[in-house]
């Protein structure tokens, strides 16, 4: 009986060889593929999410005054032709909706 004990606690302490090497392969196989990730991403030239905000930021802005200009240039045109000045049109549903789903789409998770 002894000899069956001593066999089963080999086997033991092979198979539990066997799991701390892989999971020692499994974190080095974990690391590896980061590093390998981290390298791509480097290369791939990509902003972070503070300049993104903040080119988004100055985007609008300049959409805004594009808007203030179109509307301004709108009533001059309407003065000079002695037209009345026609009123301001409201941004279109669609343009509305697809500037929603832009901002949900840069929204992060």
């Known amino acids: ?8 606690d080999d086997m033991a302490k092979a198979a539990t060889g066997a ?11 974990e690391m590896r593929v980061q ?3 981290e390298r791509l991403l480097g290369r791939m030239n990509l902003v972070g ?21 179109e509307r ?4 001059i045109e309407a003065r000079l032709n ?3 000045v026609p009123e301001p049109v409201a941004e279109a549903p ?7 789903q832009h901002d949900d789409l840069s929204k992060p998770d």
């Not at 799991?19 to 196989?29: K, P």
């Not at 993104?52 to 609008?60: C, D, L, S, Y």
């Not at 301004?72 to 009533?75: C, G, H, I, P, V």
């Open 49 to 69: 999410r503070d300049e993104f905000e903040a080119m988004k930021a100055v985007a609008q802005a300049a959409r805004e005054q594009q808007i203030k200009l």
């Open 82 to 84: 002695g037209t009345p």
């Open 35 to 37: 590093q390998q990730l």
């Open 19 to 29: 799991l701390g090497s892989l999971a020692g392969l499994r974190h080095e196989i």
């Open 1 to 8: 009986m002894q000899t069956d004990n001593r066999i089963l």
């Open 72 to 75: 301004r240039l709108a009533e």
């Open 94 to 100: 669609a343009a509305a909706d697809a500037a929603a």
